[in-house]
């Protein structure tokens, strides 16, 4: 028998399996090769399981757990991969199949296809939404800067920030914004800043490098950091062109780190300029205001009752007064306001702070001597009414009586008789001096006047 | 008080007062508290003084704030 001339082996199928392990391990070192996945599986060891397949062939895979950490996106079914590993077989199965340790998507850069993921994500989260972000402040009082020290950055950023604000103060915290410390590093920053109660706004910048130079903004932990910032926070990495995750979460994307201290920092002289503009309005409504009490107070006095209509020399007094006063208002407001104009043009010139100041208590002193002017006329006019009242009582009725002058009244009527036709003899009547007054009787009457009657 | 905060009760005070509707008395109230407000903004404005400082870890990890210079 043929059997019989070749010693019989006979191997367990441990053994079988041992030594094909050993052939096929041998035989396929390192190796990449590409693929689809297909029947993914992340049980509760966190490997991950899967097949790649082409038209004709498949071959299982396993990445364990440790390797994965270098994965820069989710594997899914249907993605086609390229993965680096080497042929391994399972004994226990008797299959081979690929130890996986680094997984790349083909075609599409492995960090292309991260940032997309993790924007589709964080979108989803609501991250992005217009609604959650925040206001900057209008004049901060401390910017928190979160860059590299050695840049062209941060020389930009603080000298943009001078030419707009000079004396603005900054915060720098100093951070890698590259490599694998950069992310942790931003974090700490932006957790540090934002704790700080005197910072009010943050910003996070960068300047242009290749989508490897700028990931560390693509990073989750980066995203998580500004989006929990308690301060808003400004991004701006890279160019104009480069959107980073980031920019997304960030309370306003700035194009480029220049352009993030034209949102943050207003120029001094528009602030100085509204603040102008407001001093304007409240000296002119207050213009206005004593133009009104004037023109009611002329209304009141058109109104008067009689008796103090006739006195014109009073009124004429009075708008003789109200004139002047309205001559030294309106010169005063004039004034004031071609001083305003004055100071305007000075503050928009240079260093207009100071002026400003001035310029207040300028207008301060002025209302106070304002004030004093209308005290002073409202006392003039006083001391006329005063005098008014007792050129009243020098042509009372009362006044003449005591001149030597009496008043005859009927009896009892009481009616004042002023002509003696009405009286006829034995009549009663009563005379009224200045002090007290007679019981009288009628023995003569005369009609002719007074004069003849004299004579 | 922030400097917006104070620009926004100065311009409440312009608008109250160009409404032309309080008494005579509240007007210069108002008045002079714009006045105040106004030297507040003008204030905050002029007192910025230039002062960038960058945070620096010593060996003990203190985080301490210095003066700082960008490089030329």
């Known amino acids: 028998m043929l059997t019989e001339t070749f010693p019989r082996t006979v191997l367990t199928i441990s053994e079988l399996t041992r030594n094909i392990k050993e052939v096929i391990e041998r035989s396929f070192p390192l190796l990449w090769v590409s693929g689809e996945v297909s029947n993914l599986r992340i049980p509760s060891s966190g490997h991950l399981y899967f097949t790649l397949k082409d038209e004709a062939s498949q071959i299982r895979v396993v990445m364990f757990r440790s390797q994965q950490r270098k994965l820069k996106f989710v594997p899914e079914d249907g993605v086609e991969v390229i993965a680096q590993g080497t042929v391994t077989v399972y004994e226990k199965r008797g299959e081979y199949q690929l130890l996986c340790d680094y997984l790349e998507p083909k075609g599409k850069g492995a960090l292309q296809l991260a940032f997309e993921q993790l ?104 995203a998580c950091a500004i989006y929990s910032c308690p301060v808003p926070v400004v991004s701006a990495v890279g160019h104009e062109t480069d959107f980073t995750i980031a920019d997304f979460v960030a309370d306003v994307r700035a194009p480029t780190p220049t352009g993030a201290c034209l949102v943050v920092v207003q120029n001094k002289a528009d602030l100085e300029d509204r603040v102008a503009y407001l001093i304007r309005r ?119 009586l005591g001149r030597g002058y009496s008043i005859v009244l009927s009896w009892p009527e009481q009616k004042m008789v002023t002509d003696a036709a009405g009286l006829s003899i034995g009549q009663e009547l009563r005379a009224k001096f200045y002090r007290g007054s007679a019981h009288c009787q009628v023995t003569q009457v005369n009609v002719n006047n007074s004069q003849k009657e004299d004579d | 008080m922030k400097f917006e905060e104070t620009l926004k009760q100065l311009e409440g005070i312009v608008e109250r007062l160009e409404a032309g509707e309080l008494a005579l008395e509240e007007s210069l109230e108002q008045f002079e508290e714009g006045i105040k407000l106004a030297r507040t903004l003008a204030k905050k404005l002029a007192e910025a003084e230039k002062k960038v400082q960058i945070l620096l870890k010593n060996e003990e990890g203190e985080i301490t704030p210095q003066p700082f210079e960008p490089e030329k």
């Open chain 1, 119 to 222: 924007k589709a994500r964080l979108a989803s989260k609501g991250w992005f939404d217009e609604a959650r972000k925040r206001p900057l402040p209008l004049f901060p009082a401390r910017i928190g800067l979160v860059t590299s020290a050695t840049g062209a950055a941060v020389r930009d950023i603080l000298t943009v920030i001078d030419s707009r604000f000079p004396g603005t103060s900054i915060l720098l915290y100093p951070v890698q914004v590259q490599g694998d410390y950069a992310p942790g590093e931003i974090v700490e920053a932006l957790n540090y800043l934002g704790r700080l109660s005197d910072i009010d706004v943050i910003i996070l910048a960068r300047g242009g490098g290749s989508i490897e130079d700028l990931w560390a903004f693509n990073e989750e932990e980066v």
């Open chain 1, 282 to 400: 409240l000296a002119q409504s207050m213009g206005r205001l004593v133009e009104m009490r004037r023109t009611e107070l002329a209304s009141v006095r058109a109104g008067m009752p009689d008796p103090l209509n006739r006195i014109w020399p009073l009124t004429q007094r009075l708008d003789e007064l109200g004139l002047r006063l309205n001559t030294a208002l309106r010169f005063s407001i004039k004034e004031r306001t071609a001083e305003m104009g004055r100071f305007r043009e000075r503050l928009l010139l240079s260093s207009p702070s100071t002026r400003l100041s001035q310029g207040i208590s300028c207008l301060e002193d002025h209302i106070q001597s304002l004030k004093q002017a209308v005290h002073f006329h409202l006392a003039v006019v006083k001391k006329d009414l005063e005098r008014y009242l007792s050129l009243l009582n020098s042509v009372s009725p009362l006044a003449v």
